[in-house]
């Protein structure tokens, strides 16, 4: 094999068609108001953990449906569940519960 | 505010390039460099729209301008008739007026690219030109390429070209007088000037770094740092 | 696929082509890499359809790689297509024909800008003036060379040898087309059916016996980007973008890949080789890849051209497949051979591709 | 003697001003130009926000109507306008004197064939929202079997500087989550994508509708206007975006794609707007006297508007306006002509 210098870079591209319904859909069976984000992003707007470390859930969420899921734990393993984005949720998700499930679904693979 | 703005705005590209984005994504959504490295470009055109001059300049001294293809594909699809890839070239313009592009490896390679092309171009008329189109810099134009650099002459006139000679014809000899021409349209058109700016400027910095020229143009050609690619 | 809505918009899509009379202007790319299509062209335009196509000596680069690579500012380049058009109008011509797809685009992006910005085009006259002494023109007629091969499909397929056909089976070949982004991407209305749906490539294999396949990534880039091929470290755009093209291609196994823009018959002749060699993995049959050809090409082998005189092996995919299903009458001897058989050694053959 | 009214156009906007006016007094002619009453009404199935059958409400507005003197297949072949009157020449040769016009000539929707690279026409498998609304009424599955993943695209034809339209059509985004949810009704294992730009919500129920989609449903809303679809050889589409939210471009691989087409303003509309010399907006649509205290009225005395002619509107907004438009004309006309005692 020659060394030409360089190799095929990897594609950033989204691919929906990778995205696990079935996990998804388990997930929301317990946590029914995940489906509810609109992304507004009043949850990173108002982390305390995000000022340290990169945390969003709307991101997460954005995360799982984007087949990235280990993106998603990556994005809030930094929260110490302080509880404010449940406060500024226009859609009233209870968030807390929501990251937590998160974690414990996503977090072991 | 807007003072890098307004300097972009003497660039005919920005006013043709920009008006008013919607940030709807579909200049990304086709661009061959958002698939292929970290970039993005309806957010280069939202941060040039907003016209705030930290960003911008931000921009002007980052990898990320640099890893357009100038396909034009964004152009086709944009609602607003916008062209982020014109407005990428007139950020490049800019960058390179002010000097930014030296603080990004990526805006670095102008210098070889300055130096290959336009000596290119001011020796012989053309862009690309075989005798300076080395097998072992193109690895990747194969062993038929090393044969033909091997027996240009004979390869050349079996192909129906006019390799060198005069008159017109394939690869002919462009006369002098022609590149006369070509060399005063640099000086009077601002290519001589952004030329001899990028030359020094790379010559400095390989001085900076301790290297010969030849050195410092092989670590330009061949460095690529891990960060600009996704994984 | 509804072939009838496709109709619909080539029908929208027509530009004027005059039928004679051109000034013609080469490519850096095309001359470097393929000089035997830009002789086939003269060839058949000049001698086979006895159109007038006049070159000069005089004229050179249109700058438009160094523009794309952003080394000479806009109104370098502008100057330097000044003093093209102005050539033109020296020797008497209004109709100016282009062998390369970036100096296509970036002459329509000029006229464009002229157009929009009259100032700008002031102060260009007055600088082709200062540097050049020439008078300031532009042209009545823009057109690409591959327009001109499209416009004379027909009478090229009456004067033809061979058709786009596997002898054996009678069965067309299966042709993928390959526009270059600058052909219409910026200016969809300067293409022959415009941006999304080009027709001229199409309407040349239609003439020609083939079949056209449409496949997910036909619209997008080869990857050469410019300065992301000039830069060595670079170059991993430019050969996943051409990658991506493969992959999308692959399930509909074409025979040929056929592309009126230089810089892509380059790269998606070459970057087969580099994926071969890499990732061991060829797009054709039995270790072969799968042939690029630029139109010219394309066009003299139907005429019944040499394929060794139209520089089918300065490729890397060897084009012996589709010359062996048209049944093309070749000399596997004379492949590499210089002008009356002069022997000048051969390729190494690399191990990866047939 | 009763003043005489011309309603051009049959559909919402036409059938209730017909019916209002004619109960007030006037006589009414109502003349449409194609077999049907009802325009895009009568050829469309549910309606939002809460999946009212519009075969319902068309049948209510038609049995409103009374009296009105209906001409359908009848188009106009002039008009010219008179001193407190205009006199019209139909189609259908019959010369009429209106003492008042109303143009309810509605809209045309946006020929998604000129969205050239979303392949309406060219793909089998791409529709728009008036085809799906079609299969819902008809049942026909044509192109449709069983879709395993479905896409919606809003804003095609609007928002648009390219095929000429820089206004938003209203209606789509609530079209497009009415038909992901009927969609969804239909083919509960199915996964539905909508592509929005701005997910406008404006109305009431609207947002509730938007929730419901979501959690109900399960609809995934990616913030990113379609680029390029192209076809399989499966004949499945592979469409591509940008996720504006993460800022990555994203692709997926869809079955059916249904494209909202948006409002433009009617041709034939134009076509009567012409004869009588009357002013566009830059969007296309018909100028009004005054955008907000007197959209029903034109520059010309006697000619009055309502419905989508003066710019994109619900069905609610519609019959709103053909109400505004109705009483216009009854002021009009007993302003202008003052009963004698």
């Not at chain 4, 609610?316 to 002021?331: F, Q, V």
Request: some cysteine.
């Amino acid at each position: 094999m020659m060394d030409f210098g360089f190799t095929i870079n990897k594609s950033s591209r989204i691919d929906l068609d990778r995205f696990d319904k079935a996990g998804f859909d388990k997930l929301a069976k317990i946590e029914p108001d995940v489906r509810k984000c609109i992304a507004c992003g009043s949850c990173t707007a108002s982390c305390s953990a995000g000022q340290f470390h990169r945390t969003s859930v709307r991101s997460a969420i954005l995360s799982i449906q984007n087949a990235k899921e280990n993106e998603a734990v990556e994005l809030l393993k930094g929260c110490m569940l302080c509880g404010k984005c449940q406060m500024t949720c226009p859609r009233g998700i209870n968030i807390r519960h929501l990251i937590l499930s998160i974690l414990k679904f996503y977090g072991t693979k | 505010m807007g003072i890098l703005y307004d300097r972009l705005c003497q660039d005919f590209r920005l006013r043709e390039g920009l008006n008013a984005c919607i940030n709807c994504g579909t200049c990304t959504a086709i661009c061959p460099a958002a698939e292929f490295y970290k970039y993005d470009p309806r957010s280069i055109m939202d941060i040039v729209q907003s016209q705030d001059d930290e960003a911008i300049m931000k921009l002007l001294k980052s990898d990320t301008i640099w890893y357009c293809g100038e396909c034009m594909s964004c152009m086709t699809r944009c609602p607003r008739k916008n062209a982020p890839g014109l407005v990428v070239m007139a950020l490049r313009s800019l960058s390179v007026e002010m000097g930014c592009y030296m603080e990004s490896e990526k805006g670095r390679q102008q210098y070889l690219l300055s130096k290959d092309i336009c000596g290119n171009v001011l020796k012989y008329g053309y862009c690309v030109y075989p005798r300076e189109f080395k097998y072992q810099a193109h690895l990747e134009a194969g062993p038929v390429w090393k044969w033909e650099e091997e027996h240009m002459d004979d390869v050349y006139e079996r192909l129906g070209a006019n390799l060198d000679k005069p008159g017109p014809g394939a690869e002919r000899k462009i006369p002098q007088e022609d590149l006369d021409d070509l060399k005063r349209i640099f000086d009077v058109s601002g290519g001589t000037a952004r030329m001899r700016a990028v030359e020094d400027a790379g010559l400095k910095k390989a001085e900076d770094l301790g290297l010969t020229e030849q050195e410092y143009a092989e670590k330009v050609y061949t460095e690529c740092n891990e960060d600009h690619l996704n994984h | 696929m509804i072939y009838e809505g496709k109709q619909k918009i080539w029908s929208d899509y027509q530009k004027d082509i005059p039928d004679d009379h051109y000034f013609y202007v080469r490519s850096c790319i095309r001359q470097a890499f393929f000089p035997a299509s830009e002789a086939a062209f003269l060839d058949i335009t000049r001698n086979k359809l006895g159109r007038d196509v006049f070159e000069t000596e005089h004229h050179t680069t249109c700058g438009g790689i160094a523009y794309h690579c952003d080394v000479i500012p806009q109104e370098t380049s502008m100057t330097i297509i000044a003093r093209q058009f102005a050539l033109m109008h020296k020797y008497g011509y209004e109709n100016f024909v282009c062998s390369c797809v970036t100096s296509f685009g970036l002459y329509c992006e000029t006229l464009e800008t002229w157009r929009e910005f009259p100032e700008l085009k002031e102060k260009i006259a007055e600088n082709l003036l200062k540097s050049c002494n020439l008078e300031f023109a532009v042209p009545k007629v823009l057109i690409h060379s591959s327009d001109l091969i499209y416009k004379f499909r027909s009478r090229i397929a009456g004067q033809a040898k061979y058709k786009l056909v596997d002898k054996n089976t009678g069965r067309p070949l299966r042709v993928v087309e390959h526009i270059g982004c600058h052909y219409s991407k910026m200016f969809p209305s300067k293409g022959v059916g415009g941006a999304e749906y080009p027709y001229v490539l199409i309407g040349m294999i239609d003439a020609w016996g083939g079949e056209i396949i449409d496949y997910p990534e036909r619209r997008h880039c080869c990857g050469f980007g410019f300065r992301q091929y000039f830069i060595q470290s670079n170059r991993g755009y430019s050969l996943a973008n051409s990658n991506k093209k493969f992959e999308s291609m692959e399930p509909y196994e074409p025979d040929m890949i056929i592309t009126n823009c230089p810089g892509c018959s380059y790269f998606l002749d070459r970057w087969q080789y580099v994926i071969a060699d890499t990732q061991k993995k060829t797009y054709g049959k039995n270790g072969h890849g799968i042939p690029v050809f630029t139109y010219e090409e394309v066009a003299g082998l139907v005429m019944g051209y040499d394929p060794w005189d139209l520089g089918l092996q300065t490729h890397m995919v060897g084009p012996e497949p589709v010359l062996e299903k048209i049944g093309i009458d070749y000399s596997p001897d004379a492949k590499y051979k210089g002008v009356g058989g002069k022997d000048i050694g051969c390729p190494e053959c690399p191990a990866c591709l047939k | 003697m009763e003043k005489n009214v011309l309603i051009i156009g049959g559909g919402p906007a036409g059938l209730e001003a017909a019916s209002i006016l004619q109960k007030s007094g006037y006589s009414v002619t109502l003349i449409e130009k194609t077999d049907h009453l009802g325009g895009h009404l009568a050829v469309w199935d549910r309606l939002f926000p809460k999946g009212q059958s519009a075969e319902e409400l068309l049948y209510r507005l038609v049995d409103n109507l009374g009296p009105v003197n209906c001409l359908l297949n009848t188009d106009i072949q002039s008009i010219n306008v008179l001193d407190r009157s205009f006199s019209v020449i139909l189609s259908n040769g019959n010369i009429l004197l209106a003492d008042a016009v109303l143009l309810a000539c509605g809209f045309d929707l946006f020929k998604a064939e000129k969205k050239e690279e979303y392949g309406y026409g060219i793909y089998d498998n791409v529709i728009t929202n008036a085809d799906l609304e079609r299969y819902f009424q008809e049942g026909d599955g044509g192109r449709i079997i069983n879709p395993k993943k479905i896409g919606f695209v809003h804003c095609v034809g609007s928002r648009d500087e390219k095929v000429g339209n820089l206004s938003c059509s209203k209606v789509c985004c609530a079209t497009a989550v009415k038909q992901a949810c009927e969609m969804k009704q239909r083919f509960p294992e199915s996964e539905v994508f909508c592509f929005y730009m701005d997910l406008r919500m404006f109305g009431r129920y609207y947002e509730d509708m938007y929730l419901e989609a979501q959690k109900k449903y399960g609809i995934r809303f990616i913030r990113g206007r379609v680029s390029e679809v192209s076809e399989k050889g499966d004949k499945t589409l592979l469409v591509k975006a940008e996720d504006t939210l993460s800022s990555k471009p994203i692709m997926v691989s869809l079955d059916l794609l249904v494209l909202m087409a948006g409002i433009r303003p009617s041709a034939s509309g134009r076509r009567v707007g012409d004869m009588l010399h009357l002013m566009n907006e830059e969007d296309g649509f018909f100028s009004t006297k005054d955008s907000i205290y007197s959209q029903q009225k034109s520059d010309i005395p006697g000619l009055f508007f309502a419905g989508a002619g003066t710019g994109p509107k619900t069905i609610p907004e519609t019959l709103n306006d053909a109400r505004s438009s109705a009483l216009e004309i009854d002021r009009y006309l007993k302003s202008n002509f003052p009963k004698k005692k």
